[in-house]
């Protein structure tokens, strides 16, 4: 099995898969929307990392099946997604709080909305299926294990982001990035709903 895996491996398709995942999962672009998160609570960047690899590595050997058992289809899930995301961008938008803060708020901040869908959300989980008719498994997974090193390496970094960038540059980033948000996730509601419907 070890040799299998060895004659496998192949470090272009590591490194174009890598690629692939990090355009799609943007961890550098979701910066500003990471730090309204930290804002109103606690991140815990190793448990957000192990549960996004979680996802990302479970849909690389499940995909739709996994949705399949508990009857939701891809569409659904982006659907579901999007409005999680909907919420987050009216909260950095309107400075409002739509996320009831708890005890466990630490713990479920850094499941929901950080590894999903910010982090393992639709765009990344149909990448993750849609590479795996062209690459190995294994060329993929160490794709993943390389992202999950620089998502990890970002979230342990986030203070060094908010004193870069001071209060006021966090602010007008929320607006901003809040704004962008909210018209991903109703680009990904309207072309996933419509399916759902017709």
Do not use: C, H, W
Not at 123 to 147: C, D, K, M, Q, W
Not at 176 to 198: E, M, R, Y
């Amino acid at each position: 099995m070890r040799l299998l895996y060895k004659a496998n491996m192949n470090f272009n398709e590591i490194f174009s898969a890598f690629l692939v995942l990090f355009a799609v999962i943007d961890i550098i672009g979701a910066i500003p929307l990471i730090l309204a998160i930290k804002e109103k609570t606690e991140i815990r960047p190793v448990l957000a990392t192990l549960v996004t690899a979680l996802i990302m590595i479970s849909f690389l050997f499940l995909g739709e099946k996994m949705l399949g058992v508990i009857g939701v289809d891809v569409g659904s899930f982006a659907v579901a997604g999007s409005i999680i995301m909907a919420f987050i961008a009216f909260e950095m938008i309107l400075g409002i709080e739509l996320f009831k803060e708890d005890d466990a708020t630490a713990a479920t901040a850094s499941v929901v909305p950080l590894a999903f869908p910010l982090l393992a959300g639709a765009g990344s989980l149909t990448t993750i299926l849609s590479i795996r008719a062209e690459y190995e498994i294994i060329n993929i997974i160490i794709a993943i294990v390389l992202n999950m090193a620089i998502i990890l390496l970002v979230l342990n970094s986030l203070n060094l982001f908010q004193k870069i960038l001071g209060p006021t540059g966090i602010k007008i980033l929320n607006k901003i990035f809040g704004i962008i948000l909210l018209a991903i996730a109703v680009k990904l509601f309207s072309s996933n709903a419509k399916l759902l419907f017709a």
